[in-house]
Each structure stands twice: as structure tokens, then as C-alpha cells.
């Protein structure tokens, strides 16, 4: 079982839509991080959390640490939201992050 | 400025040549990283500096040779690469090594023939 689990794989959806992609982890954590890959390659780093909820424009991420599981939501989606979106932890005091595989997002005009 | 500017964007290089990657920040971050990412895969961590010294080498083969010259830049020379070392290739830095934000680079995508 890996480490940092993502849902759903694959999510296509309409413009206008909300979407949700989840992430949950079975190990000891010092901070959650979302990210956005486009098809060309580059990361982007969207929010690093620790505790409770983080806003940015469309996007919004949360975190419970109790149930080790944190949700990304995009309001009102835009097909310039498509890309792969990806979680993944930070343990103890190296950035050494360790990913999940990935949601692929598309969303039709 | 919040770049992380990767020099090439694409190179294609054959297996006797020797090539560099070059990775570039302004934002005075203090550990930079070289991530390598195959297609639909994760990005893997090569090697992370930290105040321009080798902090974490992910038992990488010496045909990859990182270098960091000064707290703004980080290469990546490349000697007698292996077809199967093509991938993107990215950097990334955050301000120290640990629990804060990494910006990345856009990628070298290389391949070697």
C-alpha cells in the first residue's frame, strides 16, 4: 500500500463544476502539499498545510490530521484548471517528499 | 521574482556526449534540488544542496555530476547518459532544506539517444 493514496485518478468534468480530490496517508507527517502539473512539464507548488484550511482564488485545500486526509476543491472549474494535481507529505525536518501518483483533471468548455 | 528558470528547455544528446542542465533562483532560497520524472510517474529526488553543499545524494550513478556554484545556481553535468536516463528533468529550491515551500522549474525534458 503506498504511502499517500489520491482519488480518484482520473476525474473529467464540465466547466462551471466543483471539483474535489482527495488524498490520505498512513504515515506520520509535518506538512501536506498540493501541486499542479501542467502537460508541459513544470510544478507548481498551490498550498503547504499543516493544520486546518488554506483559500486561493478558486482553490481550496484542507487538511484533518486525525483521519490523515486532506481534499483540494476547485470552485466554479475553468478548462485551464486541467492538468494533474498531486499531493504529497513532508516527514520530519527534510524536504524529502514523498508523492502520490496523481489526479489527471480535465474539464470541458 | 518567484522563478525557478531551467536552461534547456529540451535536449537531446547521444550517449558519448557531455551536456549540462542549468538551474537558476533569485529568491535567495538556500537548498535547491534536482528531481528526475519519467512519464506518468512521480518526480524522484537526485540530490539536494543546502547553503551550496551536498546535503542528500539519492545514490544517484556518477554519469550524473551536480554542481553548485554559488546560492543562486545549480547544474546538473551529464556524461555517458543511458537511453533509459530520457525524462523530465527539475530543479526546485525552498528557502532552507525542511518544512517550507519548494518552487520548481519548468523541466529540461531530455533524451538521449
Known amino acids: 500500500k503506498n504511502e499517500v493514496e489520491q482519488s480518484p485518478q482520473n476525474l473529467t468534468a464540465q466547466e462551471g463544476e466543483f471539483i474535489t480530490i482527495n488524498c490520505s496517508y498512513s504515515?506520520?507527517?509535518?506538512?501536506l502539499h498540493w501541486l499542479q502539473q501542467h502537460p508541459g512539464g513544470g510544478i507548481v507548488s498551490l498550498f503547504m498545510l499543516s493544520s486546518g484550511k488554506k483559500k486561493h482564488g478558486r482553490l481550496i485545500a484542507t487538511i484533518n490530521i486525525q483521519e490523515k486526509h486532506s481534499s483540494l476543491h476547485i470552485t466554479a472549474s475553468h478548462p485551464r484548471d486541467s492538468a494533474v494535481y498531486i499531493c504529497a507529505v513532508t516527514r520530519g525536518s527534510n524536504y524529502q517528499l514523498i508523492w502520490g501518483a496523481g489526479t489527471k483533471l480535465i474539464i470541458k468548455p | 521574482d518567484t522563478e525557478v528558470t531551467q536552461t534547456p528547455k529540451h535536449l537531446v544528446m547521444g550517449m558519448t556526449n557531455k551536456k549540462s542542465l542549468k538551474c537558476e533562483q533569485h529568491?535567495?532560497?538556500?537548498?535547491m534540488y534536482w528531481y528526475k520524472q519519467k512519464a506518468k510517474k512521480p518526480p524522484e529526488l537526485m540530490f539536494v544542496?543546502?547553503?551550496?553543499?551536498?546535503?542528500i545524494n539519492e545514490s544517484v550513478p556518477s554519469r550524473f555530476s551536480p554542481e553548485c556554484p554559488n546560492s543562486s545556481l545549480l547544474n546538473l553535468h551529464l556524461h555517458a547518459l543511458q537511453p533509459e536516463d530520457s525524462a523530465l528533468y527539475l530543479c526546485a529550491s525552498s528557502q532552507e532544506e525542511g518544512l517550507t515551500e519548494a518552487f520548481f522549474g519548468q523541466g529540461t525534458r531530455l533524451t538521449v539517444v
Open positions: 529568491m535567495g532560497h538556500r537548498a
Open positions: 544542496y543546502s547553503y551550496e553543499k551536498l546535503s
Open positions: 504515515v506520520g507527517i509535518s506538512a
